[in-house]
C-alpha cells in the first residue's frame, strides 16, 4: 500500500517519534511480554515468519558479528536483510538488505502502512486482550482509550525492518537484538541460530549476580529449534544457555577457537578452527583484536546455519567488510577515528587497537561524551588498561536526553590528571580537537553511537 498523495517521510517520522522509545529512557523487564510485538505482526501478515533468521545478543560485538555473518552469506549467494540498533546517522541505517540502507520512499511506505495497522492493534482487531498491558522492550504498556497497549518507537520500527525483509524476498534476516533478549521486540524471528557474543555489565546495577541476570536475559534468545553460538564465558552462564534446549550449543574454546589473530594492513589475519572445519589465514577487513574473536563467532554462526564447510569463496567475503563507526578510520595527517565504543569494555578494545595497529609520534586526543548511565571515571580508566595514550580529553555531551553533561567528562579526566576542555556539542569538540593536532597526532572519538554519529555526520559532510 502506497502512502497518500502529499505523504512524506518527514510525516512518517513525525508520527514515529510520537511514541515512546525506551532507547532514550532505558527501562528493566519487570512486567515485558512479547504478545504486544506478536499482534503488531499479525496484522501484518506474518511478514517474519517468511525467512529464517540468525539472532544475535551480546554486550559488545553485535554489529560487528551481523555484519561479518551478512557478508557470509552474501558470498553465498543469499539475499539478506540486516536489522541493527542504534542507527549511527540515519534511522534507514537500521534496516538494510545487501549492505544498502532502506530508501526514503520505501520506508515512508512501510511506516504509512504501520500507521494504519497500529489502530487495528489498539482497537482489539487481532485478539489482544481487553485491557491488556504487556510491553515489550520499547514498550509502553499504556493505551489510547482503545482495547490494546500502543506499540513503542522499537516495536514499530522492527516490525517495519521485517515487513520490508519480507517484501523484498530476502533469503536470510540477520537480526541484532536491542538492548534486552527474552523480552527484546526482536525476540519473535524465526531462528535458526542464536549468537550470545559476552557478558558485559552494561545497563546494569553491579550488583552480585549481575552476570547470571543478565545471561538468563540474553539467553532468552535461544531456542530448541536454533543452534546456540557462544563467546567466551564461564561454565556457569554456560549452563544457563543449556538451560534453554537449544538443537546444539556451540561454545567458544571448547566447540570452536580462534586459534591465531594478527594484525594486518587494513584489518586482522586469523585461523579459526569450527566444528567442521579449519579455516586458515582468513583475511577480514576491520581493525582490533576484539574483531578475531567476533571473526570466530560469526564464521562458527554461518557454518551452522548452512551445515556444511565454507569454501575460499565465502570466506573472502569477511575481507570486505567496513562498518560505520567501529574503529572506522576517517582522516590521516592527523589521524582521526571514530568509534562507537560506549561502555569501558568496548573504550578498552578500542584504545587496544590504537596502541596495536597504529604507531602515533605525536599526541593523542580523546572526544568523549558518553550516557548519563556511564562511570566516566571507568571509562576513561579503561584507555589505562590497553597501554594506549590519552594525552588530552575534549568533553562534549551528544544531542540525546540521557547525555551526561561533558563537565563530567572533563571532571574525571582532570581527576586522572589528563588535560581536559569542555564543548558542547560534537561537532564543536571535533573541530576543537582538531584545531590542537598536528599532522603526526591523532583524535579518537568514542564513548556513545550517538556521539560517533553525530562526529560522522559532521566529518563526512565536509563541516570540519
Known amino acids: 500500500m502506497s502512502p497518500p498523495p502529499g505523504s512524506s517521510l518527514a510525516e512518517a517520522r513525525a508520527w514515529l517519534d510520537g511514541h515512546v522509545n525506551l532507547e532514550a529512557t532505558a527501562g528493566d523487564t519487570e512486567g515485558l511480554s512479547l504478545q504486544p510485538m506478536r499482534s503488531l505482526l499479525a496484522a501484518l501478515g506474518e511478514p517474519h515468519a517468511d525467512y529464517p533468521a540468525v539472532h544475535i545478543t551480546g554486550t559488545n560485538g553485535k554489529g560487528s558479528v551481523a555484519t561479518m555473518v551478512a557478508a557470509l552469506a552474501e558470498a553465498w549467494g543469499m539475499t539478506v536483510g ?11 541505517e537500521r534496516m538494510s538488505v545487501g549492505g544498502t540502507p532502506i530508501g526514503d520512499e520505501d520506508l515512508a511506505e512501510v511506516l504509512h502502512h504501520l500507521r494504519l495497522v497500529e489502530g487495528y492493534v489498539i482497537a482489539g482487531g487481532t485478539g489482544v486482550i481487553a ?6 522492550a520499547g514498550g509502553t504498556g499504556v493505551t489510547s482509550g482503545g482495547e490494546g497497549p500502543v506499540p513503542s518507537w522499537f516495536e514499530l520500527v522492527t516490525a517495519a525492518a521485517f515487513r520490508w525483509f519480507a517484501d523484498v524476498a530476502v533469503d536470510l534476516a540477520v537480526v541484532e537484538v536491542g538492548k534486552l533478549g527474552r523480552y527484546d521486540a526482536t525476540n519473535v524471528v524465526n531462528s535458526r541460530v542464536g549468537v550470545i557474543t559476552n557478558i558485559g555489565r552494561d545497563h546494569t546495577d553491579g550488583r552480585p549476580g549481575w552476570e547470571r541476570a543478565v545471561m538468563e536475559e540474553k539467553a532468552g534468545i535461544l531456542h530448541d529449534q536454533a543452534v546456540a553460538v557462544l563467546g567466551p564465558m564461564a561454565p556457569e552462564l554456560v549452563a544457563i544457555a543449556q538451560q534453554e534446549s537449544p538443537r546444539e550449543l556451540l561454545v567458544a574454546g571448547r566447540h570452536f577457537e580462534l586459534e591465531e589473530n594478527r594484525p594486518a594492513v587494513g584489518g586482522r589475519v586469523v585461523t579459526v578452527r569450527t566444528p567442521r572445519a579449519r579455516y586458515e589465514d582468513v583475511y ?5 583484536a576484539h574483531q578475531g574473536d567476533n571473526a570466530a563467532l560469526a564464521l562458527t554462526a554461518f557454518e551452522a546455519l548452512v551445515d556444511q564447510e565454507l569454501d575460499e569463496s565465502v570466506l573472502a567475503g569477511m575481507g570486505g567488510v567496513a562498518i560505520p563507526a567501529r574503529f572506522e578510520v576517517v582522516g590521516r595527517q592527523p589521524l582521526v577515528v571514530i568509534d ?4 569501558p569494555d568496548g573504550l578498552a578494545a578500542a584504545a587496544a587497537t ?3 595497529q597504529f604507531s602515533v609520534l605525536g599526541t593523542v586526543t580523546w572526544v568523549v561524551g558518553m550516557m ?3 562511570d566516566p571515571d571507568a571509562m576513561l580508566a579503561a584507555i589505562d588498561t590497553s597501554d ?10 551528544p544531542d540525546w536526553p540521557r547525555a551526561l553533561p561533558a563537565a563530567a567528562v572533563a571532571a574525571a579526566a582532570t581527576n586522572r590528571g589528563i588535560d581536559a576542555e569542555i564543548a558542547g556539542q560534537v561537532g564543536e569538540a571535533v573541530d576543537r580537537a582538531l584545531a590542537l593536532s598536528a599532522d603526526e597526532d591523532a583524535v579518537v572519538i568514542a ?8 562526529a560522522r555526520l559532521h566529518m563526512l559532510s565536509g563541516n570540519s
Not at 131 to 136: M, N
Not at 340 to 343: E, K, T, V
Not at 388 to 397: L, N, T
Open 82 to 92: 540486516t536489522y541493527a540498533s542504534p542507527h549511527v546517522e540515519r534511522i534507514n
Open 131 to 136: 485491557g491488556g498491558t504487556g510491553v515489550t
Open 284 to 288: 577480514v577487513s576491520l581493525f582490533g
Open 340 to 343: 562507537g565504543a560506549h561502555n
Open 354 to 356: 590504537l596502541a596495536e
Open 372 to 374: 548519563g548511565d556511564k
Open 388 to 397: 594506549a595514550r590519552c594525552d588530552r580529553v575534549v568533553g562534549c555531551a
Open 447 to 454: 564513548g556513545s553511537l550517538y556521539t560517533a554519529g553525530a
